[in-house]
């Protein structure tokens, strides 16, 4: 399948980092690009000197964010003609959920709800080239069709790719940011097979409705979809 609708998405993970923190600031952008699929389990990052010119730091700085994500888990390294850093393949297990503070839960959803929804409403009123359509459909059948280790992260990717395509390259930024932090809470408890059942009826009406070129259809969709994982976040997670 081809990566062109995740344009926007990979230049947001793979941005320059503000100055600051560097190596905090690295090991948080890997763990983003890993939340959110960019680079799926045993797939491999880009080269170390190539993460360096894009977070505008140094090859040393990202050498040491590496070795600590390889510490922790989340990153394998091999040497050799085939070597490189791959995402580890399975990844950790998260920690059993805790309590979130309601107030936070409550800003991250109401942000989730305003980028998402806003963002499939300007999808649909857009004329979409006919590879984009395509691509979005096939996004939409690589989630329907995914394996239950693979379903979030295919699930992320067609999010994404919904914000991509409205159009707003600034947007895509917030819907990243804000969809590895609901990521990180969601993989605290199990998927279940009836919510996945309902959540791929829900794409499929998303979806179609962008296609179909119904911004007000899209948009309700989308709400009505986000109330969904909204109720297990709550149910979990306070």
């Known amino acids: 399948m081809s990566e062109a609708p995740l344009r ?10 503000r100055e600051g923190n560097a190596l905090e600031d ?13 680079v799926a389990p045993a797939e491999s990052l880009p080269p170390e000197r190539e993460l360096a010119a894009l977070y505008g730091v140094s090859r040393d700085t990202v050498r040491e964010a590496i070795r600590e994500l390889a510490d922790t888990g989340f990153l394998v390294r091999r040497r050799g003609r085939y070597g490189g ?3 580890a393949d ?19 959803l109401g942000l989730r709800r305003v980028v998402e929804a806003g963002a499939a409403r300007e ?10 359509r395509a691509q979005l459909w096939e996004r939409h059948e690589a989630a329907t069709g995914a394996s239950p280790a693979d379903y979030r992260r295919l699930d992320t990717l067609l999010h994404l790719t919904i914000a991509e395509i409205a159009g707003i390259p600034s ?31 829900q794409h499929e009406t998303i979806v179609t409705a962008i296609l179909a070129g119904r911004p007000e259809a899209a948009e309700a969709a ?17």
């Open 8 to 17: 926007e998405v990979r230049r947001v993970v793979y941005r320059p980092l």
């Open 26 to 38: 690295t090991v948080a952008r890997l763990v983003q690009t890993i939340r959110l699929g960019v």
């Open 85 to 87: 850093t791959f995402v």
């Open 90 to 108: 399975p990844l950790p297990q998260p920690p059993p959920p805790g309590v979130v503070p309601v107030a936070e839960l409550e800003d991250v």
């Open 123 to 132: 999808a649909a009123a857009r004329t979409l080239d006919p590879e984009t």
């Open 171 to 201: 947007l895509v930024e917030i819907a990243a940011d804000n969809r590895a932090r609901v990521n990180a809470w969601l993989d605290t408890f199990p998927l279940l097979p009836r919510n996945i059942e309902h959540s791929n009826a």
């Open 222 to 238: 989308t709400l009505e979809h986000l109330a969904g994982s909204e109720a297990l976040l709550r149910g979990f997670l306070t």
